[in-house]
């Protein structure tokens, strides 16, 4: 079993930052199985979408609406994952979720983080 935690939502104006962290906790073979983390978010109405992964060799995904802003990065601990969040928007008010994927693609789930950017 794995545990998600998830910390550094909160409230900011449009334009401005915020750098989400998600930390993986449970057994060494646990943590030593998952292949993949990242982050998804789902807005009030809205179904959960990817915002970005990353693999343990370093290959990162981002959804079109957050490249150039959003970047996603490994702590130097394999179970931590950062996502710097820059100009953010309105429209990228949601709650964010840490996922992590083991290799037998076993999903894993925080219970969020709520990020709100007001106008």
């Known amino acids: 079993q794995v545990q998600l935690v998830e910390s550094g939502g909160g409230l900011v104006q449009a334009g401005g930052s915020l750098r989400l962290s998600c930390t993986a906790s449970g057994s060494i073979f646990s943590i030593s199985a998952i292949n993949v983390m990242g982050w998804y978010r789902q807005a009030p109405g809205k179904q959960r979408e990817l915002v970005a992964t990353i693999s343990v060799g370093g290959t990162t995904n981002q959804a079109d609406a957050v490249k150039g802003r959003f970047t996603i990065s490994r702590g130097n601990v394999k179970n931590t994952v950062y996502l710097q969040m820059n100009s953010l928007k309105p429209e990228d008010t949601a709650v964010y979720y840490c996922?992590?994927?083991?290799?037998?693609?076993?999903?894993?789930w925080g219970k969020g983080t709520l990020v709100t950017v007001s106008s």
């Open positions: 996922n992590a994927e083991t290799l037998r693609r076993d999903p894993y």
